[in-house]
């Protein structure tokens, strides 16, 4: 039933007929392909299996309706929060330097104006007391890790803009000096290195009009972790979207550990120290993983509330792992920014701990207990927004 409704393997089985099994080097991945791609269909069957009958009705609702509301309990005290004070002029992401400080780059803080022949400082800020500090380092921070490890962004002339990859980059440790760098065209910076990387995918074409487009990547994990190997198999004439994702684990040592999870994204893809893993968001039906060194995989599938505003398309949503469980942030629900928060899968309940829509580039803590994240209340289509915004800080382990 799974072949006959999805395209691509019908077309795995209709190409294997006509010309795979005449190559040679082809049969094995095509086997490994096909049982990889069926294995992944039927998860996402299941997960779109439950009855979603008592919430049909609900679909449109402006307000949470009861029948929604079965699935969640809101908690909105249940944690602390910080408001960040609003006399900064952000210039970059804000990270987590340590579990009480986060960094950014500013033309303005307590204490300092500047001004646009200003290149951005980048400071550190305590969330629990307050205190302001100048690292010294110019520019547009652009990357910070659990290390410690940074990489910044320096306009040599702050009067005038910058290309899109233009100015000085830097790297190393915070409280050292850094060292300039080669800007690479075509590589990304993964966020728990702090170094550029290769974001192409290299293709192999076969010479035929039938066989399908082989392409490879390498993921860089931490040194002392290895790296992930990837092979896509994208037949001709289908969608991008359409491709099987085969992933290998290489450690250091060389020990390789097959793993049934797809491609990971280069911007969603992040490093949990608390939890010595990794944790990947995925988007539309399918489940957010967690990757362990050893090879070991989680899957984190939506609860079912969250899942049927994906699946009726009122919705997307984003997965965040902390130390006390996965927060799931859904937006861009249509007429309905009631629903709209943070809400916290934790020991099998669903709590909606925070309203309002959060903005992206949220991060965790170090220790996984701290969720930094701008929040904007109140309905954002409103002609008159009074409504409090901001980015805010929420202790989950206090």
Known sequence: MAIKRNPILKNIIRYSWLDFFNCSHLRIFFLISLLFYTSNLLSQERLWSED???LISSKGAANPTEEERKYFTEELDRFKKHWLRKDFNFQSDLLWLNDK???FSTLSYPGWEGSDKDAPRIISLNIDTGEVKDS????ELVCLNHKRDLM??????PEKSLAFEGGEWLVGQWGEKLRQVERKTEHYIPNYLCQFYP??????IINSNTAPLEMSRIVPLLPEHGNLYEVGLTLQ????KDTVTLSKLVMPDNTKVDLLIGGVSKEYFNYQAWDESYFDTRVAYQSSITLYPSGKVTYHKPPKLISFWQREEVATYAAYSTRLGILWAPNN??????KYGIYLETENKLLKIEEGRVGPNSVISPNGCRFLAYIRRGDQRAKIFVARSGYMVIDLCE
């Open 136 to 139: 010294g380092y110019r520019g």
């Open 52 to 54: 979603y009958s008592d």
């Open 237 to 240: 004439g289908t969608p991008k």
């Open 101 to 103: 400080e986060i960094a």
């Open 152 to 157: 910044v962004r320096f306009n040599p002339s």
């Open 199 to 204: 974001k192409a995918n290299s293709y192999k």
């Open 333 to 338: 629900i249509q007429n309905a920014w009631q």
